[in-house]
């Protein structure tokens, strides 16, 4: 696997970030469903956004006070479908909650259809600093086909709309290997992204998820992605952007340096992070959990006075220290030395990763040096048990705590 | 007590599928064995995987009550027999245990392969055969023409053989008339020292082993100590009954009685099949004939999935021996599959019956190798070793021939495909014999045919080759010498065992390229290119290549939701645990059966 030119963050750079503290904001609404999409959204449910926003604010007033945060990120659905003055109430909420750290970074995601000049206005005086659009690709018959509704034409308006408003920070998630693409046109679409000069690009590959129309048409005989074809454009948007001076520092995310997504980065150093709305997921105190998924439940459940957590999942212990790898693994700097990377190496299953060149010990850290085998490294991470004596270690700790 | 003259004891037997368990089902029916809530079609077939397949398996015995017209009662025991020919063992014990049978023949199809190796087996048993034509309400039936067929065969006159539908019970009112009638009262002595005959067993969790047991002379008491004359046990009957066809505990059965018994003995190894139990107080002076010990045609190595497993395996197969007579194995290791067993199967049939019922009543998890004939191999120091599996052939330095056993094939065809079935025969190396004319249009072809080329897709070619018209049966024959070598599968370079396999010098190539095609089809791509090479001795004869995959990788970590995707990789990772490491090469399970599956591409 080639790599880009371009610095990557240092290890010490990328598990400051453990320190941090983020907050993720679901916004459910979008104007259609994409039929490849399986986020928790729901479209054609306008009339509720005022209720919805109104749950939102009461779980952040019913979440514990924590610290200022460093990131904030407002994902959905399609937060710039709604009414920008209702995600800068909940902007505020959080900052006069937990408070916002000096250049804390607040991403809004946003839909070229819905970026006109105003908009792109009234979210930056919201308080919003990052734009990330949906971009998907600059081939129209793409677009077409992954049920967007937007044209190329429209990425680049709404991306100079973006920096008339102010925005100096602007990304944009590409889909690659949809089966009516074709290399030339990836090929593309990544010149002309790169044309517009984004601070930080995502590539991520089609991918046929379980329950989405897309699988359905799979299932009846539409052609499915085939991964070698998507490895293929990987390995273009490898060699483009990192000529263009974007460089890669996780699986699926380039940017320039200086640029990499904060929020991102303290989800993969296994930071904190809260979380708000339908479906979404946060990590604090060493618990995974994550609210109701449906909407409509999500608010009933607020509207009780109940916080609204549907699962969780406690990372201590061993759990943590092989969490800590399956985050950090994605980050093109690895992660740190500790008992879970000796564990990985000390087991067959490690060696043979190893001797496939799928991972390697640089600079002391563990890194995944064939990203698209990612998987391959976690299942092997997973099934990993902790060394002889952990477990008393381990008791020891508790009793001490 | 019942009198010996009012006793019939008798098999139903005849080829595959000519309605040997509805005729039961009817016999049930009309001595009121089974009410009629309980009824349902082929009733005697108790096992799911018998009822699954629609075909029996395993012998199953009953005794029925039969008012004759004039008021007079009988006792009929009946043994339903299995009618595929790898089960032609099951047929010898049950007959050994009747004075006769009823040969049945499907009104269509007419006289078939099985139905003429049973007749023989029947007449050579010196039992009474009553040849009975079965489905006679279909539209094809002809009656008529399988009369004479059966005439020719086992003699008698054509208006002799009874008509019946076991379906619609036509005429079986009669055929127990003719049962009644013909078929000679057992002639044992009630007098003489005790003489039962165990003819087939099983292990009971709760009662221990349960015996079937057929008395010759004297009586078998319930509370007898009784001497089991080939082991040399002794033991107590807790409790003799018999099977109608639920169990009924009995006082006594009496000579020409069939029954079952109980002594409480849990220990497996201590009944034996065919063994003659006598009265320990008075023993006998002759045991019974009891059994030829069948032979197994086909190897197997039987490796549990879970190596944890072994000892449950050797329990189970122990168990399983009880009531399969034929089954014998001994340990083997194999570097791809650890600790198993070489499992002898008496063909293909038995052995995927064999493997299920191991998995299904014992739950377990199996994977089976590649299936072998039994080879052997003379030594250069002149000694002899018999070759079950290909990894134990000795290097070509330390051997001189190697032979193979030969079975004699009878294949009873319409004589319009006497001309593609000598093609088959002979691509399958096999050598023609006799032919001769059942009727002007059914011809019985007589080959010696090496066990190897038979045993596997054999049959089905035949099949396929005369729509499904033609039958086969056979028997072990002489070893012959043969060009034979060890064609090897390499996966990454490395020899597996599993996959190797003992084939004519002129089908090596075949062997290699079908097994290296398949296996490509079958092993997953993993993170490196895995080459897969067949090879005599250290020479490649084909190649392919499992290309390395490229993109395994959750595009996305959405929003934080990182439990999901440990979710969804741990499964994934169990899925893969039920993959076999082979070096650093997984191997799904079923590329170790992919050798077993019937060839269309040879
Ligand atoms: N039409 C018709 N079908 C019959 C008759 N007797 C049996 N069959 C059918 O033939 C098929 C085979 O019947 P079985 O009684 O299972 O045959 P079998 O001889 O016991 O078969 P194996 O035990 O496997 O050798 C079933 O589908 C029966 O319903 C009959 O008299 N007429
Ligand atoms: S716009 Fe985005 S979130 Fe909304 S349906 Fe499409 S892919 Fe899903
Ligand atoms: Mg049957």
């Not at chain 1, 290997?177 to 010149?191: C, D, H, K, Q, Y």
């Amino acid at each position: 696997m080639m790599t880009s030119d371009v610095r990557h963050l240092s290890g010490a750079e990328v598990d400051r970030h453990v320190e941090d503290a983020a907050a993720y904001v679901h916004i459910p609404f979008c104007s259609a469903v994409c039929p490849y999409c399986d986020f928790a959204v729901v479209a054609g449910a306008d009339d509720r956004i005022g209720r919805y926003v109104d749950a939102v604010l009461a779980e952040i007033a019913m979440s514990p006070r924590w610290r200022p945060l460093d990131s904030v990120y407002f994902g959905g659905g399609t937060p710039s479908h709604v009414d920008p003055a209702h995600l800068r109430r909940i902007l505020d909420a959080l900052a006069s909650h937990h408070g916002l750290a000096n250049g804390s970074e607040v991403t809004v995601e946003a839909n070229p259809e819905d970026f006109g000049p105003q908009r792109a206005s009234e979210l930056f005086s919201a308080g919003f600093n990052r734009v990330s659009f949906g971009a998907q690709s600059f081939d129209d018959a793409v677009l077409a086909r992954l049920g967007r509704r937007h044209d190329a034409g429209d990425i680049e308006v709404s991306l100079a709309n973006a920096r008339s408003a102010g925005f100096q920070n602007a990304s944009m998630d590409l889909i690659f290997g949809t089966p009516v693409e074709r290399n030339e046109s990836w090929m593309a679409t990544l010149r002309r992204a790169v044309a517009l000069e984004p601070d930080h690009i995502s590539c991520y590959a089609l991918t046929v998820e379980p329950g989405t129309p897309l699988h359905r048409d799979v299932k009846a005989g539409a052609p499915a992605p085939d991964p070698d074809t998507q490895a293929d454009r990987y390995e273009m948007a490898e060699r483009i952007l990192g000529e263009a001076g974007l460089g890669r520092y996780e699986v699926s995310n380039w940017s320039r340096p200086g640029r990499e997504c904060r929020y991102n980065l303290t989800v993969w150093a296994q930071g904190e992070y809260e979380a708000y709305g339908n479906g979404a997921h946060r990590f604090v105190d060493g618990v995974r959990s994550h609210n109701i998924r449906r909407m409509d439940a999500y608010i009933d459940r607020i509207e009780q006075g109940v916080r609204p957590i549907s699962g969780s999942e406690l990372v201590r212990g061993w759990d943590g220290e092989i969490d800590r790898l399956f985050v950090g693994l994605r980050r093109s700097a690895g992660v740190r030395p500790g008992p879970g990377v000796d564990a990985l190496l000390g087991t067959r299953g490690g060696g043979v990763l190893r001797h496939a060149g799928v991972i390697d010990v640089l600079e002391g850290r563990l890194v995944v040096t064939r990203p698209l085998l990612t998987d391959e490294v976690h299942r092997q991470v997973l099934d990993l048990s902790p060394p002889q004596g952990w477990v008393e270690a381990l008791e020891r700790d508790n009793l001490s705590d | 007590m019942t009198n010996q003259a009012r006793i019939r004891n008798f098999s139903i037997i005849a080829h595959i599928d000519h309605g040997k368990s509805t005729l039961a089902d009817r016999l049930l029916e009309l001595t009121g064995a089974v009410d009629a809530r309980d009824m349902r079609e082929q009733v005697l077939d108790t096992m799911d995987l018998e009822r699954e397949r629609g075909i029996t398996i395993k012998a199953q015995t009953v005794r029925l009550t039969h008012r004759a017209e004039d008021g007079e009662e009988f006792v009929l025991n009946l043994i339903d027999t299995p009618g595929h020919v790898d089960f032609s063992y099951e047929v010898s014990r049950s007959l050994a245990a009747c004075e006769g049978a009823l040969l049945l023949v499907d009104a269509a199809q007419g006289v078939q392969a099985q139905t003429l190796a049973n007749a023989y087996l029947a007449v050579e048993a010196g039992l009474e055969v009553i040849p009975v034509i079965n489905k006679i309400d279909l539209i094809a039936a002809d009656p008529d023409r399988v009369a004479t067929e059966i005439t020719n065969v086992i003699g008698g006159s054509a208006e002799e053989v009874v008509r019946i539908s076991a379906k619609t019970g036509e005429g079986v009112d009669a055929l127990l008339r003719r049962v009644v009638d013909l078929i000679p009262p057992p002639s044992g002595d009630p007098q003489s020292p005790l003489r039962a005959l165990v003819f087939d067993s099983y292990y009971d969790a709760y009662r221990g082993v349960v015996c079937y047991v057929r008395v010759v002379d004297g009586r078998l008491r319930s509370g007898f100590k009784l001497e089991f004359m080939a082991t040399g046990e002794t033991h107590d009957a807790a409790e003799v009954g018999v099977l109608t066809p639920a169990a009924k505990p009995v006082n006594v059965l009496e000579a020409g009685e069939v029954g079952y018994l109980i002594t409480g003995v849990k220990e497996i190894d201590r009944i034996k099949v065919g063994d003659t139990l006598t009265d320990a107080a008075s023993p006998a002076l002759q045991a019974l004939a009891g059994y030829a010990e069948p032979k197994p045609m086909v190897f197997s190595g039987l490796f549990p999935t879970d190596g944890d497993d072994f000892e449950r395996l050797r329990e189970a197969l122990e168990k399983l021996r009880l009531n399969d007579g034929s089954l014998m194995w001994e340990p083997e290791t194999s570097r791809a599959l650890g600790f198993g067993f070489r499992v002898g199967f008496l063909g293909l049939l038995h052995m995927e019956i064999v493997r299920e019922r191991l998995e299904r009543e014992y739950d377990l998890d199996l994977v089976a190798t590649a299936p072998s004939v039994a080879y052997r191999v003379t030594m250069t120091d002149g000694s002899i070793r018999e070759i079950k599996s290909p990894q134990d052939l000795p290097d070509p330095g330390s051997r001189g021939d190697i032979s193979e056993p030969y079975v004699r094939a009878m294949i009873l065809t319409p004589s319009d495909y006497v001309g593609p079935i000598m093609e088959l025969v002979t691509a399958k190396r096999g050598e023609m014999g006799n032919m001769s004319y059942l009727s002007p249009e059914r011809v019985e072809l007589d080959y010696r045919i090496p066990l190897s080329e038979i045993v596997f897709d054999f049959f089905d070619l035949l099949k396929s080759r005369t729509k499904g018209y033609a039958s086969l049966d056979y028997e072990p024959d002489e070893y012959r010498t043969a060009d034979l070598v060890k064609v090897d599968i390499l996966l990454n370079g490395q020899p597996v065992d599993a996959f190797s396999a003992i084939v004519h010098r002129d089908k090596a190539n075949d062997y290699g390229t079908k097994m290296t095609g398949r296996l490509r089809g079958l092993i997953p791509r993993q993170m490196f290119d895995v080459p897969i090479q067949a090879a005599i001795g250290g020479r490649v004869i084909s190649r392919e290549t499992v290309k390395a995959k490229r993109k395994d990788v959750i595009a996305k970590c959405y929003g934080g939701d990182v439990t999901r995707k440990k979710k969804l990789l741990t499964k994934q990772k169990e899925g893969k645990k039920r993959m076999k490491m082979v070096g650093s090469v997984e191997v799904p399970q079923e590329a170790f059966v992919a050798a077993l599956r019937v060839d269309d591409d040879l």
